[in-house]
């Protein structure tokens, strides 16, 4: 009679292993087939894993920073509206005296000096064709605009917004800048700063043609100051600086 062997029990092929009953497969004898998973199962998950961190952090930081606001590169910024004014009026500074010309046969009336030769080259051309333009007032300082503005008021009983209607407080004057100028109809001095001014040869003359003499009508109808229409008022625009004074005053 053969005993049993004692001791370790041999390593079982896979073929002896099959025939072995179930319950002792699975307590007593390790499965020939490995249960780790393959490496590159391990490396991919963990790189997924990764890329989800990453994409959380990215999303997290962009919704807690500002927004960026890209500028095209031609762009320019708009000037920020002028919101010094006062009664409607901008403001000007005082011309240097030394930019001053004469314009008219006294010598009282002055002009910057690119005004004035702008002026009497359109004057002469008016005659030309037979009609007569008279100076009423030019540079102004903001001195005289005071007794302009504060004594008519005075005279008249105007309250200060019915006068601003009609003349700038001082330091609001476009005839501070000396590119301004009152005109009037030398065989008609009756409409002498009167909107009756624009009935006569000489205000359909400049209609027609100060625009060549780079001369533009400061306060039209309905414009947008709100200052009574002045047919008579008109301002130079011929040079980098008359441009720059008015329309930098009003913010375009």
Same mark, same amino acid.
């Given at each position: 009679?053969?005993?049993?062997?004692?001791?370790?029990?041999?390593?079982?092929?896979?073929s002896s292993f099959d025939d072995l009953p179930?319950?002792?497969?699975?307590?007593?004898?390790?499965?020939?087939?490995?249960?780790?998973?393959?490496?590159?199962?391990?490396?991919?998950?963990?790189?997924?894993? #990764? +890329?989800?961190?990453?994409?959380?952090?990215? =999303?997290?930081l962009q919704n807690n920073s500002s927004p960026? *606001?890209?500028? !095209? %590169?031609?762009?320019?910024?708009?000037?920020?509206?002028?919101?010094?004014?006062?009664?409607?009026?901008?403001?000007?500074?005082?011309?240097?005296?030394?930019?001053?010309?004469?314009?008219?046969?006294?010598?009282?009336?002055?002009?910057?000096?690119?005004?004035?030769?702008?002026?009497?080259?359109?004057?002469?051309?008016?005659?030309?064709?037979?009609?007569?333009?008279?100076?009423?007032?030019?540079?102004?300082?903001?001195?005289?605009?005071? #007794? +302009?503005?504060?004594?008519?008021?005075?005279? =008249?009983?105007?309250?200060?917004?019915?006068?601003?209607? *009609?003349?700038? !407080? %001082?330091?609001?004057?476009?005839?501070?800048?000396?590119?301004?100028?009152?005109?009037?109809?030398?065989?008609?001095?009756?409409?002498?700063?009167?909107?009756?001014?624009?009935?006569?040869?000489?205000?359909?003359?400049?209609?027609?043609?100060?625009?060549?003499?780079?001369?533009?009508?400061?306060?039209?109808?309905?414009n947008i100051q709100g200052v009574t229409y002045?047919?008579?008022?008109?301002?130079?625009?011929?040079?980098?600086?008359?441009?720059?004074?008015?329309?930098?005053?009003?913010?375009?």
């Amino acid at each position: 009679m053969n005993l049993p062997t004692t001791g370790k029990s041999k390593k079982l092929s896979a073929s002896s292993f099959d025939d072995l009953p179930e319950a002792v497969r699975e307590t007593d004898v390790a499965s020939p087939i490995s249960k780790r998973p393959a490496r590159w199962v391990v490396v991919a998950a963990a790189a997924i894993v #990764g +890329l989800v961190g990453l994409i959380l952090g990215i =999303r997290a930081l962009q919704n807690n920073s500002s927004p960026i *606001v890209t500028v !095209p %590169p031609n762009a320019t910024a708009s000037p920020p509206p002028n919101t010094d004014r006062v009664l409607g009026h901008y403001t000007y500074t005082e011309a240097p005296e030394k930019e001053l010309e004469s314009i008219s046969a006294d010598g009282g009336i002055k002009l910057r000096t690119a005004a004035a030769r702008a002026y009497t080259a359109m004057v002469a051309a008016a005659q030309a064709d037979g009609v007569s333009i008279g100076v009423l007032s030019g540079f102004r300082s903001i001195k005289e605009q005071e #007794g +302009l503005f504060f004594e008519v008021k005075q005279e =008249r009983s105007q309250s200060v917004t019915d006068r601003a209607n *009609v003349s700038a !407080p %001082p330091g609001h004057s476009e005839h501070h800048t000396g590119y301004a100028i009152d005109m009037g109809d030398g065989n008609v001095p009756a409409t002498n700063l009167s909107p009756d001014f624009e009935n006569t040869a000489a205000f359909k003359w400049l209609e027609s043609n100060a625009a060549k003499y780079s001369f533009e009508l400061s306060f039209p109808k309905n414009n947008i100051q709100g200052v009574t229409y002045e047919p008579w008022h008109w301002r130079f625009v011929g040079d980098r600086t008359s441009l720059e004074t008015f329309f930098k005053a009003r913010g375009k």
